[in-house]
Every structure is written in C-alpha cells, then in structure tokens.
C-alpha cells in the first residue's frame, strides 16, 4: 500500500502562482512513476503531469509552459509549480502512484482544491 498526501492548494487570482506537493509513504517501490491529474467540475479527470523516478517529464498540452513538476526522491515527494494560472485550470488536483508497468495509477491522494478567479 502506498499513502499520498497533498497540500498547497487553494484560491488564486488569474495569473497567479500556486505549488501543490505530495508525500507518498508506506511500500514504495525503486521504479515508480508519480504525477498529478486534475478533474473540473463536468468534466473528466485528466492528466496534469507526472515525472519517473530518473525525472524524466511528460506534461499536458494546456499547462506547457507553465507548470513545472519535480521530485524530491529522498523525500519521495513530488511537487507542482503552478505559474500564469488561468480560470480553466480550477480544478480538484489529485496526486498519483503508478508502479513500473502499470498503464493507469495505483494509487491516489485525497484531491485538493485549486481555484483560480478571473
């Protein structure tokens, strides 16, 4: 089982900056890839960015540019730096885990609100 809790959400203005983070626990493994998605309301869930254990990145088409994702290995978190942020990135973010081989994530976080006002 693995564990992932996020923070840094929260209500931003239009062009405005946020960082979410995300501490996994519990059994994680030497490959892994973690990441974030996020799912507005009426929409479907998608994919944010995620990053391997060797930092290599994928990001989304709507947030290139502007968002950043890393990881602290040693701390095994993961973060998301949210710059230029406009209205449609409001979202629930959630934090995710996938094992080496796994097309979709193990494991999830609790989500955390991101609004952006215009």
């Known amino acids: 089982q693995v564990q992932l809790v996020e923070s840094g959400g929260g209500l931003v203005q239009a062009g405005g900056s946020l960082r979410l983070s995300c501490a996994a626990s519990?059994?994680?493994?030497?490959?892994?890839?973690m990441g974030w998605y996020r799912q507005a309301p009426g929409k479907q869930r998608e994919l944010v960015a995620d990053i391997t254990r060797g930092s290599n990145t994928n990001y989304a088409d709507s947030v290139k540019g502007r968002f950043t994702i890393s990881r602290d290995n040693a701390k095994n978190t993961v973060y998301l730096q949210m710059n230029s942020l406009k209205p449609e990135d409001t979202a629930v973010y959630y934090c995710?885990?996938?094992?080496?081989?796994?097309?979709?994530?193990?494991?999830w976080g609790q989500g955390t609100q991101v609004t952006v006002s215009s």
């Open positions: 519990g059994s994680i493994a030497s490959i892994n890839t």
């Open positions: 995710t885990y996938r094992r080496m081989g796994a097309l979709t994530p193990n494991y």
